[in-house]
């Protein structure tokens, strides 16, 4: 992060997105294979020794690199193309494609993909 501020202008600034591992449910619809899925991967993180960061670990490295004036903006991220909205569809039915496809949680936490990329559970 110091060498982010480094190279920032003074009055430029920088934009963190970071997914995080925590699913929630506005209808409280949550697949338990998308649930396993999420946190298979934060288990697989913390093994790799790189948890997931909170906005709070966002916000302490860009203080400590320097940056003042700190603004942390919460953006709700589907997983699925349920969204009504055209663009917000498209996002989440790339965030699905991402964890169906990624090898993360099955590769380091032993976990078996189902049919139709979601997480059985442990061999």
């Known amino acids: ?11 430029g600034y920088c934009e963190l997105a970071e997914l995080g591992g925590i699913l929630h449910s506005d209808d409280n619809t949550l697949h338990a294979g998308i649930k396993r899925h999420c946190d ?3 288990e697989a993180m913390e093994k790799i020794g790189r948890p997931f960061p909170t906005p709070s670990t966002l916000q302490a490295y860009l203080e400590n690199a320097g940056f003042v004036d700190i603004q942390l903006v919460d953006f709700k991220q589907p997983l699925g193309p349920w969204a009504k909205e055209k663009h917000i ?7 699905m494609l991402m964890a169906e496809t990624g090898k993360l949680p099955t590769s380091i936490c032993g976990a078996e993909p189902m049919a139709g ?3 059985a559970g442990r061999v």
Not at 1 to 11: A, D, H, L, Q
């Open 89 to 95: 569809k498209r996002v989440g039915a790339m965030t």
């Open 40 to 42: 298979l991967c934060c």
């Open 1 to 11: 992060m110091s060498e982010v501020f480094r190279c920032t202008k003074p009055g």
């Open 117 to 119: 990329g979601l997480i």
